[in-house]
């Protein structure tokens, strides 16, 4: 199959995997669809607020009763009465209590399974998304969706799905009730809800503003954080001696930030004082309206005077709580647009519909490209360019080629950490991109140019790719990477834990690890990515140690930078500028004296630089480099070969 033949699959235009807008990602109906499988549990939240709420007009009615029939009453004081009353009274506050408990302990659990399963599939989806994503994301900027988004609006929703319901049903049975007790009264109170609503919306408004400023302060600092404390970015500082920079960039928002949260007291103290005068100032009201309520000759009972006082708190608490929850409800709309936006994201790398599963015992190890052409997302230029070149199993196939020649991408492609644009790259025959990720995983395996160790121990970075591997298998494998005696030196030998990034462990030393954990899960086809950075002279010993027993018995596509590898190689194709220049062996190629002969002269001295003999390889200088270390030339015995 040609790649004209397959034009399905161009891409011409691609971009990078980013998040839109979240103003577009964001929809209450999918806010709403993140509750649906709870609905059980939601519908019981709605209970328990309604009984709740509607709990709370009870006892106000009651006072009335109790001033007007048990106090006060037509026939004077009534203490049978009176007791009954205050019995009901004690129950309702005590059920009330119930309620309540039961309604928070409901609405939190609610909250934390709904938070828990958005976190867990943005956490998955980020793991589908292909490595184009990431190199274009900013760390600190996820660590934030995952950690503080995804907590911040649940709790804004769940919270605010109770506070709403339960406000809006307080308001209306204290309406109710007042308008039982007086619709005249009822009415001097609904005339001040306006003013309340535009007093409380004038501090609101400016909260809102404050709230939204002190988040995006506290996202920056996130991603400063995480980005200059990173063992990377604090070694950067350090080396260029920009810490004052940094400190400064820092301190700078955290200083907006103490500001922002300092306002945000004030204001939240001048919203609180509103609705407290409110609060204050209103039975004022109630008692001046009665009074000339019952001048004009209007029924007004003592109780039910008390009674209507008691119920305005219910009247204007929950007006100021509902202000306070849309204003939060706002706040969240950022938030989940945020997160959806991130679930939007679509990986262009996928499992095919029908993957094709190929046994481990079935792997042959053919690994061709056919007229491959591959650019990254976002970039003009085309990175690979029709190249067309076959591994047969067992082969050892070299790249070599100038730095941002393309070779590491080439490499990439074989692990199909990136799709081709144009033409394929196969294993067997198969597509990759017909191939179950599954057996991809098992088929391929890659020692990258930068060997990467998670925290953990020597032995659990050994087996990543095989966790059931028992430690003789893991020992077998650091011993035929040349790293086992190296390790047994550690005080806890395979319990070492290494840092975030092996610190503690040497480049060399790190990149045989690498080795050791592809061996063990032993791929048929191995993707080697040397490092160019020159190691140690018996680190880059044991390295090529490693690297022998690594090659053998399977298909390997190697980035050459060791003339060891390049020696050992069946065929090298040298790139430039993402093409094929020059194919052949070593000996042809230098013979050919062309591009291959220049890079060879710069790389090692036409040879000068190393050459190998019985005892190891002798550098330019004449000095001998042995397994055991560099011997000087002045000692040397055997003459170089
Ligand atoms: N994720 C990426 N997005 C965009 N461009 C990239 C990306 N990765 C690499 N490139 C570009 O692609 C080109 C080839 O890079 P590649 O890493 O394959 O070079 P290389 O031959 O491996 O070089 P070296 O020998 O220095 O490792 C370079 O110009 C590089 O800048
Ligand atoms: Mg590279």
Request: with cysteine; glycine share 8%.
């Amino acid at each position: 199959m040609t790649a004209a033949a397959d034009p399905g699959r161009r891409h011409p235009h691609r971009h990078a995997p980013t998040p839109a807008d979240p103003t577009d990602a964001f929809g209450w109906g999918r806010v709403a669809a993140l509750f649906v499988p709870h609905r059980a549990r939601v519908a019981g939240v709605v209970l328990l607020v309604l009984a709740s709420s509607l709990l709370g007009v009870v006892n106000p009615l009651l006072i009335q009763r109790i001033f007007d029939q048990a106090l006060f009453g037509d026939t004077g004081l009534d203490l049978d009465r009176l007791w009954t009353l205050v019995a009901i009274m004690l129950v309702v506050a005590l059920g009330g209590g119930v309620l309540g408990v039961l309604q928070t302990v409901q609405t939190n659990r609610l909250g934390r399974r709904v938070l828990r399963e958005l976190r867990n599939r943005l956490y998955t989806h980020l793991q589908s998304l292909p490595l184009s994503f990431f190199a274009g994301a900013r760390t600190g900027d996820l660590q934030s969706r995952i950690s503080s988004d995804v907590s911040s609006a649940q709790n804004a929703v769940t919270s605010s799905l109770s506070s709403i319901l339960s406000n809006a049903v307080t308001f209306v049975s204290a309406l109710v009730a007042m308008l039982l007790l007086s619709w005249q009264l009822t009415l001097v109170m609904l005339v001040t809800i306006p003013l309340f609503v535009l007093a409380t919306r004038m501090v609101g408004g400016r909260r809102e503003r404050i709230t939204r400023e002190a988040q995006q302060q506290t996202a920056e600092m996130t991603v400063i954080t995480s980005e200059t404390l990173s063992l990377s970015g604090i070694t950067l500082a350090k080396l260029f001696g920009q810490q004052d920079r940094e400190i400064g960039r820092f301190t700078d928002v955290s200083d907006r930030l103490a500001v922002s949260a300092e306002r945000q007291q004030v204001i939240g103290q001048a919203f609180f004082t509103v609705v407290q005068t409110f609060l204050g100032a209103t039975p004022i009201l109630v008692y001046l309206a009665a009074g000339y309520a019952l001048n004009g000759g209007t029924e007004l009972t003592a109780g039910t005077i008390v009674a209507f006082t008691t119920l305005q708190n219910r009247l204007f608490f929950p007006v100021a709580r509902m202000l306070e929850t849309f204003v939060e409800l706002q706040s969240s709309r950022a938030l989940f647009g945020r997160i959806f936006s991130y679930l939007d994201i679509r990986s262009d790398i996928v499992e095919a519909d029908e993957p094709v599963d190929l046994a481990p015992e079935a792997v042959r190890g053919v690994v061709e490209f056919d007229h491959a052409h591959f650019h990254y997302p976002d970039s003009e230029l085309a990175t690979i360019t029709d190249l067309d070149v076959t591994a047969r199993p067992g082969q050892l196939i070299a790249f070599v080629g100038p730095s941002g020649a393309g070779k590491s991408t080439v490499l990439q492609l074989v692990a199909r950490l990136y799709d081709v644009d144009d033409g394929a790259v196969r294993i067997d025959g198969h597509d990759l991109r017909d191939l179950s990720f599954a057996t991809l995983a098992r088929s391929v395996g890659f020692v990258t140019q930068e060997s990467y160790l998670f925290a953990g121990t020597l032995r659990d970075n050994i087996r990543y790719g095989r966790p059931d591997a028992t430690d003789e298998e893991v020992r077998a494998a650091a011993e035929m990477a040349a790293i086992h005696d190296r390790i047994l030196e550690f005080a806890d030998g395979y319990d070492t834990v290494v840092g975030e990034r092996g610190f503690r462990l040497s480049g060399g030393e790190r990149q045989r690890i690498a080795i050791a954990r592809v061996l063990l899960s032993d791929p048929k086809v191995l993707v080697l990515d040397e490092a160019t950075s020159a190691l140690d002279t018996a680190s880059e010993r044991r390295i090529q140690e490693a690297l022998s027993t690594l090659v053998s018995g399977r298909t390997t596509l190697a980035v050459a930078h060791r003339l060891s590898t390049i020696q050992a190689a069946d065929v090298i194709h040298v790139i430039d500028h993402g093409r094929v220049i020059e194919s052949g062996s070593h000996e042809e190629l230098l013979a050919a004296g062309g591009a291959y002969r220049g890079l060879y002269d710069e790389q090692f001295g036409g040879g000068e630089v190393e050459t190998h003999c019985a005892d190891g390889v002798v550098l330019a200088d004449g000095s001998l480099q042995r397994p055991d270390g560099v011997v000087p030339r002045a000692l040397r015995r055997t003459p170089a070969a």
